[in-house]
């Protein structure tokens, strides 16, 4: 990784990234973090040729081998950039065994000559490759990768055995890809900077069943797995295109989050973290959010008001652009501005605010006091619900 802090510019560009303006913050936060998992990728095929000289070395040829597109899908995969960038949570003969696999899988994926020797899934988990493809998968053009089911089932080192209970119905499946489509469309029509910054900061989607979600819809971006999108039951009937529209903006910005924490965590001294007082990242919660009532810890509560941030930038533009339904989309702007508006998204943060980085802070009470100002008009109605 080029000798540069992983951290200079990345606060002060959030709030033109999570207002969707055109500029180079955004692709600057991608390319620092691509460089920074392509960094960790390299250290994990030294671990291996450490281990096992023979065998790194075959891995490393290979990994070689792989053209430019395959190596960048390899390289930014959530599978893969929780491996390298939290090695710990791994045993290094699994890691190795999945390294190798997805390098191969690669290989077959572009019609190349491979080491396969059974059906394998790719580290994405959109595609099965090395043999008989007989799983369900889904493409839309101009879209993420998707993936349908549970993720662990769909990487290279699954086990291909027994049913998956998590696919979306078969029957169910073709309503929900027509819905994601005029997500698309939609979100294009409120700008195409919009719709390229969710499919940029997705790098796969799923689409997946059950769960703890209890039969309803909602998403999530599990921890660590950064660029994962997940719908859970995106075939409820009352699952709307403005619930999905919300749905992948609000992981995308999670994964802008996450890509931003990661270059301030794992590449610089803890020091300068979001929160400055490593006892704050013992996951307890200490502050209710002033949106949605839940506990939270503190690193998550800063995270939380900078995503409802974005999704209040979102529907701004999906307002002004009348590419939604007016009424949704206001009342879409009160929910998650609301606190802004009323000046009390940071009182539950107040008691923290001294072990939250100053730039962070900073930026916090100005996007607070710049929404307060802005939607003045607003208020009143903020202040009813």
Same mark, same amino acid.
Request: hydrophobic residues 45%.
């Given at each position: ?42 250290r994990r095929v030294a671990a291996v040729i450490g281990r096992d000289s023979a065998r790194g070395a075959s891995l490393r040829v290979r990994l070689?081998?792989l053209p430019s597109d395959g190596l960048l899908r390899l390289i930014t995969v959530p599978e893969t950039i929780h491996r390298v960038l939290w ?61 349908? $089911? ?40 409120? $700008? ?18 059950? $769960?703890?979600? $209890? ?43 996450? *890509? ?28 209710? *959010? ?41 009342r879409r702007i009160i929910r998650a501005g609301g606190p802004f508006m009323r000046r009390s998204a940071l009182e539950p943060l107040r008691p ?26 607003? *208020? ?6």
């Amino acid at each position: 990784m080029p000798n540069e802090p992983a951290a200079d510019g990345v606060i002060a560009a959030l709030p033109d990234i999570l207002a969707f303006v055109p500029g180079p913050g955004l692709m600057e936060i991608r390319r620092r973090f691509t460089s920074l998992a392509a960094d960790a990728l390299g250290r994990r095929v030294a671990a291996v040729i450490g281990r096992d000289s023979a065998r790194g070395a075959s891995l490393r040829v290979r990994l070689a081998a792989l053209p430019s597109d395959g190596l960048l899908r390899l390289i930014t995969v959530p599978e893969t950039i929780h491996r390298v960038l939290w090695p710990e949570l791994y045993d290094a003969d699994e890691l190795a065994r999945f390294l190798r696999l997805a390098v191969e899988a690669e290989h077959a994926r572009d019609g190349r000559e491979h080491e396969l020797t059974r059906p394998t899934w790719t580290a994405r988990g959109d595609v099965m490759v090395g043999g008989a493809n007989d799983a369900a998968t889904l493409a839309l053009n101009d879209f993420p990768p998707i993936v349908l $089911g549970d993720p662990q089932r769909r990487r290279p080192t699954a086990v291909l055995a027994g049913d998956d209970d998590s696919l979306v119905p078969a029957d169910a499946l073709r309503h929900v890809a027509g819905q994601l489509l005029e997500v698309r469309r939609r979100m294009r029509d409120c $700008g195409d900077e919009i719709w390229a910054f969710t499919r940029e900061f997705t790098s796969t989607l799923v689409l997946r069943a059950g $769960g703890g979600m $209890g039969g309803s819809f909602g998403s999530s971006s599990p921890e660590r797995y950064v660029g994962r999108s997940i719908l859970w039951n995106p075939h409820d009937p009352e699952v709307t295109v403005e619930d999905l529209a919300e749905a992948v903006v609000h992981e995308a910005i999670h994964t802008v989050m996450d *890509s931003a924490d990661v270059l301030l965590t794992r590449a610089t001294p803890a020091g300068v973290r979001w929160i400055v007082e490593p006892r704050l990242y013992d996951g307890v919660s200490r502050a209710a *959010s002033a949106w949605t009532g839940r506990e939270l810890d503190v690193p998550t509560y800063v995270h939380a008001c900078l995503v409802w941030y974005g999704l209040l930038c979102f529907w701004t533009r999906a307002m002004v652009s009348g590419a939604f339904d007016a009424t949704t989309a206001r009342r879409r702007i009160i929910r998650a501005g609301g606190p802004f508006m009323r000046r009390s998204a940071l009182e539950p943060l107040r008691p923290f605010m001294s072990a939250v980085r100053p730039d962070v802070a900073a930026l916090l009470e100005a996007i607070q006091e710049r929404v307060a100002e802005e939607f003045a008009g607003l *208020s009143a109605a903020a202040a009813a619900r």
